[in-house]
Antibody, heavy 119, light 107 residues
Framework: QVQLVESGGGLVKPGGSLRLSCAAS????????MTWIRQAPGKGLEWLSY????????HYADSVKGRFTISRDNANNSLYLQMNSLRADDTAVYYC????????????WGQGTLVTVSS | DIQMTQSPSSLSASVGDRVTITCRAS??????LNWYQQKSGKAPKLLIY???SLQSGVPARFSGGGSGTDFTLTISSLQPEDFATYYC?????????FGQGTKVEIK
């Protein structure tokens, strides 16, 4: 069965950096777009970025463009989100999800990893 | 960016009720509309994609409709496990914006 497991969250100071990972299993990872989505405490869902199977197509939300970088390692079935210049309003649960291809939904999600940006 | 607006923001309903949630896009998105269910403390779950296609394993009491700018999610007979927050999302273009959510509570 499809499994997505995020890691790398934690407490970081404003201006700091963090790298999130998402380990995928149960499907042919390189065949699928992958997406990062976050949810601030008590708030709704915010789409952040997606990457195509071969990493030839990448898009970002304006809120993270220039600060966050999505990448993937198909040999190791892993998705990453490098987060730099973190701000307090980046505090959220970060989810990786399978999907993002045009017209398709995100059909499998990880359990999420909490990132807290605070001094 | 395409703005997605859901209504209502919350509703109270009883088990067995028919419930309809509306999602409006700020411009036409054809049928590129997804619906998700999120229970408290859990990751969202895809219910409907392509406006009306039921994701595998999702009960048939869930249905989606609409195209262009106006969409609906209908639960034909609300069950206890359906009390949750529901989000629409457009997959027409990036950024893949979500609606603000509709919380379905027990009356």
């Amino acid at each position: 069965q499809v499994q997505l497991v995020e890691s790398g969250g934690g407490l970081v100071k404003p201006g700091g950096s963090l790298r999130l990972s998402c380990a995928a299993s149960g499907f042919t990872f390189s065949d699928f777009y992958m997406t990062w989505i976050r949810q601030a405490p008590g708030k709704g869902l915010e789409w952040l970025s997606y990457i195509s199977g071969r990493a030839t197509t990448i898009h970002y939300a304006d809120s993270v463009k220039g600060r966050f970088t999505i990448s993937r390692d198909n040999a190791n079935n892993s998705l990453y989100l490098q987060m730099n210049s973190l701000r307090a309003d980046d505090t959220a649960v970060y989810y990786c999800a399978r999907g993002g291809a045009p017209g398709w939904g995100d059909d499998n999600w990880g359990q999420g990893t909490l990132v807290t940006v605070s001094s | 960016d395409i703005q997605m607006t859901q209504s209502p923001s919350s509703l109270s309903a009883s088990v067995g009720d028919r419930v309809t949630i509306t999602c409006r896009a700020s411009q036409s998105i054809s049928s590129y509309l997804n619906w998700y269910q999120q229970k408290s403390g859990k990751a969202p779950k895809l219910l409907i994609y392509g406006a009306s296609s039921l994701q595998s394993g999702v009960p048939a009491r869930f249905s989606g409709g609409g195209s262009g700018t106006d969409f609906t999610l209908t639960i034909s007979s609300l069950q206890p496990e359906d009390f949750a927050t529901y989000y629409c999302q457009q997959s027409y273009t990036s950024p893949r914006t979500f609606g603000q959510g509709t919380k379905v509570e027990i009356k």
